[in-house]
C-alpha cells in the first residue's frame, strides 16, 4: 500500500498515515512519502509495534516504508 503525503500541513500526514495503518495487514508494508522526516510519527509507531525504515529521495522527500 502507498501513501503520498507531499504538500500537506502537519498533522494531516501523520492522521492520513496512522488511518491507512488500520487496513494494514500482518506481514503487509505500507509505503508513505513525506516531504519531511516524520520525528513524532516514529514514538506513535514504536508504541504501536511497527518497524520502519526511513530512506532520503533525491527530491528531498523522505520514503517510510512501515510493516507490521
Known amino acids: 500500500m502507498n501513501l503520498d503525503n507531499r504538500g ?3 498533522p494531516q500526514p501523520m492522521m492520513r498515515t496512522l ?3 488500520e ?3 500482518k506481514g503487509e508494508t505500507l509505503s508513505i512519502i513525506n516531504d519531511r522526516r ?3 510519527l516514529y ?3 514504536d ?3 511497527y518497524r520502519h525504515k526511513t ?3 533525491n527530491d528531498g522527500s523522505f520514503l517510510i ?3 507490521k
Do not use: D, V
Open 47 to 49: 508504541e504501536l509495534g
Open 19 to 21: 488511518e491507512a495503518l
Open 55 to 57: 530512506t532520503e529521495r
Open 43 to 45: 514514538e506513535q509507531l
Open 65 to 67: 516504508e512501515i510493516k
Open 38 to 40: 516524520p520525528m513524532f
Open 8 to 10: 500537506l500541513e502537519p
Open 23 to 25: 487496513g494494514l495487514s
